[in-house]
């Protein structure tokens, strides 16, 4: 198999090859991959992946090398084109899989089979390749060959039923960014990784089939479960928790017209007397009488919460927390609650744009903006970057999305294709 077998490099999975035959289902598995240091082989046909044609685009121009989708999930990979169609791009995709930890693959259900390039026709010659399939059903049932798409996984899976407003009479509302899809890769990279870990163990690879659909089912926080367990049906609430009964609101207008989440009121005393600090350094605990009960809260020895409804003096406490967050709210800009409330220990969010997030100073001294230089370009560019920070485990960008069939040479070479071979993938169209 590949580099894994011997020395480890300085990345969490350098020395890992992925093979990824994938699609925008499971780009951002190979992704996540890629960026914590696996050399992911991203495989596309002769013609190029439909998500080259998937807006927006640089300078808003329609452009195969230009698509801000594929530049986004396909980050740190290298690509090749390859026609699996026809027997010399079978043959070559098997002697990739000779060099391979672990096959990533989105195809629909039995194609792979169909091409004599499924896991038990793999796995025969080589038993401790792992295989990640990514689908919307899953491999087996009724309706593994239903079409699906991230909305659909959404709706169908739950979570759309828990994202919307108060108001009811409006839709339920599809959280934007591909969350469908993201959600079935994370449950495709964590299976992957324990796949690793148990075939350092066994010296055995494994199929992981990752059941999109399900995935997201078993991702929408309590509506499932109160559903198995009572019957239980939640309510949508906007902007928090959905659940049977209504909960009080906690998004409030701030004082230069923009909105914050004022999130999880205090609940031990030394969380009271730290609001009421606030409430005294803002001047304006005159202007909000209720503020006796934040201090009352801070001189308590313990706060019940479970007292809260039976306990009359408690649930004024309690109430008067969330209200005096409001009030504060209120007499502040959105970015001065926020950021008051963080220097406190206080749970809250200000409300942002996409744009305005990665240029808020918190993201920016955790690292999540990065830049990525495109040397085809001339150019930098700022992209998004590691969805979790882990104290001991690197993670970077190392290259840019690969252009349509970038390293087909360099991967070719490296597979010992003579120079007539590769001609022959060639003239199926890869470059």
Known sequence: MSAANGARTATALGGIRVVEISNELGAFAGKLLADMG?????????GGSPMRGYEPFRDDVPDTEGSLHWWHYNTSKRGITLDLETDSGRDCFRR???TADLLLECEPPGRLKELGLDHATLAAEHPELITVSITPFGQQGAG???????????????????????????PPVRGGGNQGYQ???HYAVMSALTAILIREGTGLGQHVDVNAHAACNVTTEMSSYHWLV?????????????????????????????????????????????LHEWLVELGLTDEFPESIFIRMGAEREQIDLSQIGSDDELTAIFGAAREALNFIASRVSAYAFFEGAQKRGITVGVIYSPEEAMEDAHFRARGFPVEVEHKTLGATFTYPGAPYVFEKTPWRISRPAPQLGEHNQEIFGELGLSAKE????????VR
Not at 38 to 46: L, N, Q
Not at 151 to 166: F, H, I, K, N, Q
Not at 422 to 429: E, K, N, P, S, Y
């Open 422 to 429: 590769i001609d022959v993938l060639c003239a199926t169209g």
């Open 96 to 98: 990739l899989i000779d």
């Open 230 to 274: 009572s019957k239980g049906t939640v309510k949508r609430q906007t902007g928090r928790h959905a659940m049977e009964f209504s909960t009080l609101p906690t998004q409030i207008e701030c004082a230069d017209g923009r909105h914050a989440t004022t999130g999880v009121p205090p609940r031990t005393p030394a969380e009271f007397a730290t």
């Open 38 to 46: 696996a050399d992911v082989i991203s495989i596309e046909p002769p």
């Open 183 to 185: 959600t079935a890769c």
């Open 144 to 170: 593994r060959s239903d079409l699906a798409t991230d909305l659909t996984l959404l709706a169908e899976g739950g979570p759309v039923w828990s994202c919307g407003y108060d108001d009811h009479s409006l």
